[in-house]
Structure formats: structure tokens, C-alpha cells
């Protein structure tokens, strides 16, 4: 069941505010060109709630019809947040009772309405991820083709700490990062730092927050041909980002505030090596395996593996299933799946358990999960979280522009991040005989000097390539041929 593809209709029309909105949770302006979208919720880290989704999702389409908005920016109130995430307290109060159950669920086809118009938008969309980013603040950022990072980024989808799962597309994004890191960002909730959500793939920018007003009085001085298509609008605007984007820090900069270091190295390899399996009980014998040695590694798999044991065991086991079908799942497919998630989870006593242990409780409490253990989750469990609950209507997407597609399997955007490490295979497969220089110039080549691609280049020669005289080889092909 969990296998078959979603076939869905659009909704034909779109949400709109409702009587006791808040009028002032989203504000609105104009620089030329450029439209801006402002979270105005900073006592409340601009967490998301349904009057902000219904005041953003009809702006956007609104501005997607206009001739005279060229650009979309969206930022949080405030330096502490751009969006900590949904208002999942005011959900979990809503669950004490069936009807507040559907209540909640509808509040996520709402949301994913939003994420979904972001993710197939025909006009460029910057999202500055500057402050805390987590949950529904990544839905609203990660789809966009531009996503900026600052000194003062955190991000995290922490949705197994309060017994829910990653959703917002956490299915798409975090199954199509480089090797397990998706995995490992999903199952723990681990946090990610400044610079580090670019190399991790998630920020597709680094710039310091102190430009970020002068970079919005810039993109409003653009000129486009008034016949450009989206691709040619996006270069442009990818380039006048990267003029305010002169100084990377290094991977390890944020070092001392993520426990664990830089997702690279040594840490990269054993994350890869405990978090490929198909079952949380196979991860955890691989990190007790990596737990026997000594050094770094050693007590980063202890501490990873006290971790897993204290979230939801049954958020666990659907967070990985979720993100191993979720690699075959197109865009669109992706928010109907997430859906029917969704509503099993606000059926599940977990996530009201988990929300008002650890954010409505004070002060917070340790949550007690049903079922406790893992060997308690059944996999026919599992299964139910595929499928729409009865009494629940599927979610109705919104129709994408003409010029814009909800088919597609991978981002169309992909080049404005840094490369994949699937993208630096197919260049090693390609130039690999002219050895690492020739194919570190191809690499960015395509990707216009980027900065930050020679970090990772350096990292990726580490973990994965060995050298056959002067040749480079993909250490998997290598394997292959043999």
C-alpha cells in the first residue's frame, strides 16, 4: 500500500483570511521590483500558524499574475528567528477531542498548500534563513531556489522529539542530501549552525546578516529583459547575491556550538556507516558498534545513541520509512503523503504527549511514549501512517502557474547549492584522468566559482576518491569494477 503512487485533483480555490485572523502576524511591502513577506510573530519566534498561511498563499499567487513584482523575499521579525516553526502547541491543545483532531489536520493541508506554491512558484523566491529555522520554518524555506544562511542560522526538523514526524516536504529535501545526512538530521533532531546548513545542502547562500538590507536594496535595483525566462532571472540573481557573499567561514567554524563538529571527515564516514540501514534496531547496533572504540567518533555514537533512545519510538520507525519511499516521491506526491501522515499523527497520542511534555509543560517534562519501546511498534503500525485516515479528505494542492511543474523527482534549482556528491561523481567519471585540479576547475566551472565548493571538494577527495597514479576514482566505482 505504502508503495502506490498518490493521484490527486487541485483545489479551485485558495484559502483566504478568516474572521479573527490577525491582522499584523504577516506584513507586506514593496521596493520596486521586489515584494517582501515579513513574519511578524518574534515573541512567538514567528512560529506558523493558519492566519498567517491564509494572508501569505493568496499574496503569492497575487504576485505570480503581476507584470510588476520580479522578486520574492521572505524574512522573520526580529534576530532571534526566522520561523521556529508551526504553532504545534495550539494543535496538540485542539487533540483532546476528535473534532480538534480534524481541526489540526486541516491546519496541515493548509500548510502544505503554502509549501507545495513554494515549491513549484514560477517567479524567483529568496528565503533568508536568518535565526532559528526549524519545521515550518524550513517548509517556507528549503523548496525555494534560494535560501539564505547567516551567522545566526539554526536549523533542525525536531518533529521526533514531540512525537510527530519531519514533514513540509522533510520527505523530498532530507532523502535527497548527500549520503545519510538526512537521515541523521531527521532521526536525532541535531542542529545545524551558520555556515554549516550550506554545506550540508540545506542553505544555498552564506552571507553575513549585516548585508542582508543592503542585498534587498539591490535586488530592487535589478533590470530584467522583459522576455527573460525563470532561468535567466535566477542567474541574475544568483550572482548578485554572491556579490555580497565574500567571506566563508570554514566548515568547522561553528565547532564548539554543534557538539558534534562539521557534518564532514571522519564524523561524515561514520554517519554514513550507522544511519544506511532500513531499521532504527540495525542503527543502533551499528552506532553501539562504532560505541566500542575510542575517540571522537567513539562518544559521538554513545551520545547519538542516548539520543535516538529518548524520542518517539514510533516517530522513529515512520520517520525512516517515510524517508526511504520519500526518495521515489514526486514533489506534488510528497505533501499528499505527508498529509495523510499528518492525520495519523494527530490521532496518535504521541505528538499531543510529546508537545506538551516538552514545550507546554513548565517546566518541560521527559514524555512517555505508547508504545514505550520500539519492540512494541509493529510494523503493520507503521503501515497505517500511509494511508488516509477514514473521516479525513485528501488534501487538495494548489494549481501550479503555466510555466511551472509538480512532477518533478529532484529540485530544478540545483545548481545555485552546492554540488551533490552525485554530481561530483558524474564529473569524476567524466574528467577524473585529468586528476584532481582538472576536476576540481570543471566543478566550478558549472558552478560559476561558487564559494564553498573548494571546502567540499577537498572533503569529497578525502572520504570517497582514491588516486590511481594521476588519475581520480570514485572509490563506489572503483568497488564495481572489481
Same mark, same amino acid.
Given at each position: 500500500?505504502?508503495?502506490?503512487?498518490?493521484?490527486?485533483t487541485?483545489?479551485?480555490?485558495?484559502?483566504?483570511?478568516?474572521?479573527? &485572523? &490577525?491582522?499584523?502576524?504577516?506584513?507586506?511591502?514593496?521596493? @520596486?521590483?521586489?515584494?517582501?513577506?515579513?513574519?511578524?510573530?518574534?515573541?512567538?519566534?514567528?512560529?506558523?500558524?493558519?492566519?498567517?498561511?491564509?494572508?501569505?498563499?493568496?499574496?503569492?499567487?497575487?504576485w505570480?499574475?503581476?507584470q510588476?513584482?520580479?522578486?520574492?523575499?521572505?524574512?522573520?521579525?526580529?534576530?532571534?528567528? %526566522?520561523?521556529?516553526?508551526?504553532?504545534?502547541?495550539?494543535?496538540?491543545?485542539?487533540?483532546?477531542?476528535?473534532?480538534?483532531?480534524?481541526?489540526?489536520?486541516n491546519?496541515f493541508?493548509?500548510?502544505?498548500?503554502? &509549501?507545495?506554491?513554494?515549491?513549484?512558484?514560477?517567479?524567483?523566491?529568496?528565503?533568508?534563513?536568518?535565526?532559528?529555522?526549524?519545521?515550518?520554518?524550513?517548509?517556507?524555506?528549503?523548496?525555494?531556489?534560494?535560501?539564505?544562511?547567516?551567522?545566526?542560522?539554526t %536549523?533542525?526538523m525536531?518533529?521526533?522529539?514531540?512525537?510527530?514526524?519531519?514533514?513540509?516536504?522533510?520527505?523530498?529535501?532530507?532523502?535527497r542530501?548527500?549520503?545519510?545526512?538526512?537521515?541523521?538530521?531527521?532521526l536525532?533532531?541535531?542542529?545545524?549552525?551558520?555556515?554549516?546548513?550550506? @554545506?550540508?545542502?540545506?542553505a544555498?547562500?552564506?552571507?553575513?546578516?549585516?548585508?542582508?538590507?543592503?542585498?534587498?536594496?539591490?535586488?530592487?535595483?535589478?533590470?530584467?529583459?522583459?522576455?527573460?525566462?525563470?532561468?535567466?532571472?535566477?542567474?541574475?540573481?544568483d550572482?548578485?547575491?554572491?556579490?555580497?557573499?565574500?567571506?566563508?567561514?570554514?566548515? &568547522?567554524? @561553528?565547532?564548539?556550538?554543534?557538539?558534534?563538529?562539521?557534518?564532514?571527515?571522519?564524523?561524515?564516514?561514520?554517519? !554514513?556507516?550507522? %544511519?544506511?540501514?532500513?531499521?532504527? !534496531?540495525?542503527?543502533?547496533?551499528?552506532?553501539?558498534?562504532?560505541? !566500542?572504540?575510542?575517540?571522537?567518533?567513539?562518544?559521538?555514537?554513545?551520545?547519538?545513541?542516548?539520543?535516538i533512545?529518548m524520542?518517539?519510538?514510533?516517530?522513529?520507525?515512520?520517520?525512516?520509512?517515510?524517508?526511504?519511499?520519500?526518495?521515489?516521491?514526486?514533489?506534488?506526491? /510528497?505533501?499528499?503523503?505527508?498529509?495523510?501522515?499528518?492525520?495519523?499523527?494527530?490521532?496518535?497520542? !504521541?505528538?499531543?504527549?510529546?508537545?506538551?511534555?516538552?514545550?507546554?509543560?513548565?517546566?518541560?517534562?521527559?514524555?512517555?511514549?505508547?508504545?514505550?519501546?520500539?519492540e512494541?511498534?509493529?510494523?503493520?503500525?507503521?503501515?497505517?501512517?500511509?494511508?488516509?485516515?477514514?473521516?479525513?479528505?485528501?488534501?487538495?494542492?494548489?494549481?501550479?502557474?503555466?510555466?511551472?511543474?509538480?512532477? @518533478?523527482?529532484?529540485?530544478?534549482?540545483? /545548481?545555485?547549492?552546492?554540488?551533490r556528491?552525485?554530481h561530483?561523481?558524474a564529473?569524476?567519471?567524466?574528467?577524473?584522468?585529468?586528476?584532481?585540479?582538472?576536476?576540481?576547475?570543471?566543478?566550478?566551472a558549472?558552478?560559476?566559482?561558487?564559494?564553498?565548493?573548494?571546502?567540499?571538494?577537498?572533503?569529497?577527495?578525502?572520504?570517497?576518491?582514491?588516486?590511481?597514479?594521476?588519475?581520480?576514482?570514485?572509490?563506489?566505482?572503483?568497488?564495481?569494477?572489481?
Amino acid at each position: 500500500m505504502a508503495g502506490n503512487s498518490r493521484q490527486y485533483t487541485y483545489a479551485t480555490t485558495v484559502p483566504k483570511e478568516e474572521p479573527g &485572523d &490577525d491582522p499584523d502576524d504577516v506584513l507586506f511591502n514593496s521596493l @520596486y521590483g521586489v515584494r517582501t513577506i515579513e513574519l511578524n510573530r518574534p515573541r512567538k519566534l514567528n512560529s506558523l500558524n493558519g492566519s498567517m498561511a491564509r494572508k501569505i498563499l493568496p499574496r503569492l499567487k497575487e504576485w505570480e499574475k503581476s507584470q510588476m513584482a520580479n522578486v520574492i523575499m521572505i524574512t522573520g521579525a526580529g534576530e532571534k528567528a %526566522f520561523c521556529a516553526g508551526g504553532d504545534v502547541a495550539e494543535l496538540a491543545k485542539n487533540n483532546a477531542t476528535k473534532e480538534g483532531q480534524l481541526k489540526s489536520t486541516n491546519y496541515f493541508a493548509l500548510e502544505y498548500q503554502l &509549501d507545495h506554491t513554494i515549491s513549484t512558484y514560477s517567479k524567483p523566491y529568496i528565503a533568508v534563513m536568518d535565526g532559528i529555522t526549524m519545521g515550518g520554518g524550513v517548509g517556507l524555506s528549503v523548496h525555494a531556489p534560494f535560501r539564505i544562511a547567516t551567522e545566526r542560522t539554526t %536549523f533542525a526538523m525536531p518533529e521526533t522529539t514531540i512525537g510527530f514526524f519531519p514533514d513540509v516536504g522533510g520527505s523530498f529535501f532530507l532523502s535527497r542530501l548527500d549520503g545519510e545526512v538526512g537521515t541523521y538530521l531527521a532521526l536525532t533532531s541535531e542542529r545545524l549552525q551558520g555556515v554549516q546548513a550550506m @554545506y550540508a545542502g540545506i542553505a544555498t547562500h552564506y552571507l553575513d546578516s549585516s548585508v542582508l538590507q543592503p542585498l534587498t536594496t539591490r535586488l530592487s535595483e535589478l533590470n530584467f529583459r522583459d522576455h527573460a525566462d525563470l532561468q535567466e532571472r535566477l542567474s541574475l540573481i544568483d550572482a548578485t547575491i554572491s556579490e555580497f557573499s565574500t567571506n566563508l567561514p570554514s566548515p &568547522d567554524s @561553528y565547532g564548539e556550538k554543534l557538539k558534534n563538529g562539521n557534518i564532514s571527515g571522519e564524523l561524515r564516514e561514520a554517519i !554514513d556507516r550507522c %544511519f544506511k540501514f532500513n531499521s532504527i !534496531d540495525k542503527i543502533l547496533e551499528a552506532l553501539r558498534t562504532e560505541a !566500542d572504540g575510542q575517540g571522537r567518533i567513539a562518544d559521538w555514537a554513545k551520545a547519538t545513541a542516548k539520543t535516538i533512545a529518548m524520542r518517539s519510538p514510533t516517530s522513529l520507525k515512520v520517520t525512516l520509512k517515510q524517508l526511504r519511499l520519500g526518495k521515489h516521491w514526486k514533489i506534488g506526491e /510528497t505533501f499528499i503523503r505527508e498529509h495523510e501522515m499528518a492525520a495519523r499523527f494527530m490521532q496518535h497520542p !504521541d505528538f499531543t504527549e510529546g508537545v506538551s511534555a516538552r514545550l507546554i509543560n513548565k517546566p518541560p517534562t521527559e514524555p512517555k511514549w505508547q508504545p514505550a519501546t520500539l519492540e512494541e511498534v509493529k510494523e503493520s503500525d507503521i503501515d497505517t501512517f500511509f494511508a488516509l485516515p477514514e473521516g479525513v479528505e485528501p488534501v487538495q494542492l494548489i494549481q501550479p502557474s503555466q510555466n511551472a511543474r509538480d512532477d @518533478y523527482r529532484d529540485y530544478p534549482h540545483a /545548481t545555485y547549492a552546492l554540488p551533490r556528491e552525485e554530481h561530483i561523481a558524474a564529473i569524476i567519471r567524466e574528467h577524473g584522468r585529468g586528476g584532481k585540479q582538472a576536476v576540481t576547475q570543471e566543478v566550478l566551472a558549472r558552478w560559476n566559482n561558487k564559494l564553498g565548493v573548494q571546502e567540499k571538494m577537498k572533503d569529497v577527495f578525502q572520504r570517497k576518491c582514491q588516486l590511481n597514479g594521476r588519475e581520480v576514482q570514485w572509490k563506489e566505482q572503483q568497488k564495481a569494477s572489481l
